[in-house]
């Protein structure tokens, strides 16, 4: 049964595949969570799946941000964020300030596809 779960899903520029991907797998479930996502990652979920989301910003402009905001209020409660660690990013001080709040407020934050398949899986037999 979906409690209707809050969850923000990104990507950088070489995992949005993969996102898509995912999304494909549980597209279903998803449907009934409240989503939000960065711009480009939220377009492309949208455009491929027909999923309802909350179309933040760019993460370089300050999605990142504004999904950590959203956090650190009670808003959220699981991360998808597909991460590129061999590609830097222009805006990695936002990227660790979104995974420490993770941290810091103790919400579930996948950074790769194996753990995010595994979060989502779990989060689908509440």
Known sequence: MNTCIRL???AHDGKKDEMVTLAGEFRD?????????TGTTGQRLI???????????????????QIGARLAVGGLDAIIFLRDPMTPQPHEPDINALVRACDVHDIPCATNLSTARLLLSQLSRR
């Open 47 to 65: 455009d491929a799946h027909g999923l309802q989301v909350e179309r933040l910003l760019s993460g370089p402009l300050g999605g990142d941000l």
């Open 8 to 10: 923000a899903l990104i």
């Open 29 to 37: 479930w998803l449907g009934g969570c409240t989503l939000c996502a």
